[in-house]
């Protein structure tokens, strides 16, 4: 068995892998990945699955502050001519996406890691495996334990104006978050509590992982971020705790990775193996012991201690492939708008 710490031993900073297998004489091709999994995890799986089949990755990663979107589009650009063969996404919203503009092409692993199919499309043209959460990260110097946040609506608590932050929800898992409270809440209660925001003074950074880094140096006192950045703080032995919110309500939302096959792609055979790798319990492990911490979707993954289990959180409910749409409208729309007045008051 195996992890990303071990991997990570493995090197590789170049955006061409090669390990110099002896497999590699057999000229098994290559197969090229876009992905908005943060490098750092992402590509000592990349390097595992290139050691063990003789196939060559090329990766090609999303930058923190355009996380997803930006991978997206190229996408969405390369639709007639496709470059890649794989999208591993950080959440299935986007998978939703591509599906719906026709980049996508439906390809069933054999062993998938969602062997219940919820996090999954049903006409199988993302597939889903390990989950992240989306969390309230509070400094607990700032906040005494009995004084915590329960909800994200401590968000718009007026006691806590100017203390709280978010990233831009244009991007990565905060906009797939922003599209789920619409659908959970409705138009009318979720453009309030977005208002309620800028009026709170809650503050717009760059990305999740700036909120982790602001909140762990005390600048604010809660933020709304990821368990995989969450996680590297508590590692970092920084002074937060993590709240699954709202808990007795509507219920964290979980993001899990998506697996999609490109349609057209130039590799599609590797990318239909690489999408079977990326199923296997090795490397679902190997995302929940590193520091990313993601939770394994397929049952008799262990898990770590500080890792919690699907078992125990209370999931938000909602349509994942429906998001898609909804996403698309809120960044042209609503979204576009609250972003430009939250950055032009």
């Known amino acids: 068995m195996f992890s990303l710490k071990h991997w990570a031993a493995l090197g590789g900073a170049a955006l061409l892998i090669s390990c110099g297998d002896s497999d590699r004489d057999k000229d098994l091709g290559q197969v090229v990945v876009y992905t908005s999994v943060d490098d750092v995890f992402a590509r000592p799986v990349c390097e595992q699955f290139e050691k063990e089949s003789g196939i060559k990755v090329l990766i090609v990663p999303d930058t923190e502050e355009t996380k997803s979107t930006g991978l997206l589009n190229r996408l969405i650009a390369e639709k007639n001519r496709p470059q890649a063969d794989v999208f591993w996404s950080g959440d299935p919203v986007r998978a939703a996406i591509l599906k719906a503009k026709g980049v996508s092409a439906p390809y069933r692993p054999a062993k998938p890691a969602d062997a219940s199919g919820a996090f999954s499309d049903p006409d199988g043209h993302w597939s889903a495996l390990s989950a992240r959460a989306r969390v309230l990260l509070v400094n607990t110097n700032l906040v005494a334990e009995a004084e915590r946040p329960t909800s994200i609506e401590a968000l718009r608590d007026p006691k806590r104006k100017g203390k709280g932050c978010l990233a831009n929800p244009l991007f990565g898992t905060t906009s797939m978050h922003a599209a789920a409270l619409f659908s959970v809440w409705g138009e009318g209660k979720a453009q309030a509590f977005f208002d309620a925001l800028i009026a709170n003074e809650v503050a717009m950074l760059s990305s999740n992982g700036e909120v982790k880094r602001r909140v762990a140096a005390g600048d604010f006192a809660i933020g709304l971020t990821d368990t995989d950045d969450a996680s590297v703080a508590m590692k970092e032995g920084k002074p937060v705790a993590v709240v699954f919110p709202d808990a007795d309500g509507m219920g964290t939302l979980l993001v899990p990775n998506a697996a ?86």
């Open 260 to 345: 999609v096959l490109i349609a057209r792609g130039p590799n599609a055979d590797n990318g239909k193996r690489f999408i079977d790798y990326l199923m296997t319990s090795e490397v679902e492990r190997a995302l929940a012991e590193c520091e990313a911490a993601q939770m394994p979707l397929r049952p008799g993954v262990p898990v770590p201690s500080g890792v919690r289990g699907l078992s125990e959180i209370k999931a938000m409910a909602v349509d994942y492939a429906a998001l898609g749409g909804s996403l698309d409208e809120l960044s042209q729309g609503f979204l576009k708008d609250w972003v430009e007045r939250q950055t032009n008051p």
